[in-house]
T-cell receptor, first 112, second 118 residues
């Protein structure tokens, strides 16, 4: 399977703590994107990291990509209750197809 | 700038009926994608349009699903006849780039249409 797989499946932390989610994939990629989905709502794009990049930041988000290990991590610093959501990684592959392949997601709960 | 919009937000139909979902991409985006998430499973790709042409329809589950994008603007996804296993959330996404050069472009998703087949 080409799909990304997030780890852990569920994560519960206290407000102010950092949250780290990991994603692994199996084949060569062009890019990896992280999305957030609040309960019952659509997918919100968080960050895209290209295969030739190793780290990107956006506000309280930090994404790393290790193509040798075929893995990525999403770090949310100083978490807030509003960060409670499901987080998905999605990979875009080499070879012409532009479809994204999603993992099952990590359900993050930030307790006030 | 308006985001990707989808209509309806929720549809409840009976097995054997027909349903048509609509997606309006972000203005100027040539790429339009359909994905779906059935209960407990991953979000899975259905197909990709570049303007009005189907670029990749490898994810379409069977011939009960028909997607169109006449004129290269909005797209419809028709399910006829609907089966119980078609229940799920259908997402549409769009991106700006054209072709391989822009294949790493960000895909922006709509809110989804929740389809329930009884």
């Amino acid at each position: 399977s080409q799909q990304g797989e997030e780890d852990p499946q569920a994560l519960s932390i206290q407000e102010g703590e950092n949250a780290t989610m990991n994603c692994s994939y199996k084949t060569s990629i062009n890019n990896l994107q992280w999305y957030r989905q609040n309960s019952g709502r659509g997918l919100v794009h968080l960050i895209l990291i290209r295969s030739n990049e190793r780290e990107k930041h956006s506000g309280r988000l930090r994404v790393t990509l290790d193509t040798s290990k075929k893995s990525s991590s999403l770090l949310i610093t100083a978490s807030r209750a509003a960060d409670t959501a499901s987080y998905f990684c999605a990979t875009g592959f080499q070879g012409g197809s532009e479809k994204l392949v999603f993992g099952k997601g990590t359900k993050l709960t930030v307790n006030p | 700038e308006a985001g990707v919009t989808q209509f309806p937000s929720h549809s409840v139909i009976e097995k054997g009926q027909t349903v048509t979902l609509r997606c309006d991409p972000i203005s100027g985006h040539d790429n339009l994608y359909w994905y779906r998430r059935v209960m407990g499973k991953e979000i899975k790709f259905l197909l990709h349009f570049v303007k009005e042409s189907k670029q990749d329809e490898s994810g379409m589950p069977n011939n009960r699903f028909l997607a169109e994008r006449t004129g290269g603007t909005y797209s419809t996804l028709k399910v006829q006849p609907a089966e119980l296993e078609d229940s799920g959330v259908y997402f549409c996404a769009s991106s700006h780039g054209i072709g391989i050069l822009f294949s790493t472009d960000t895909q922006y998703f709509g809110p989804g249409t929740r389809l329930t087949v009884l």
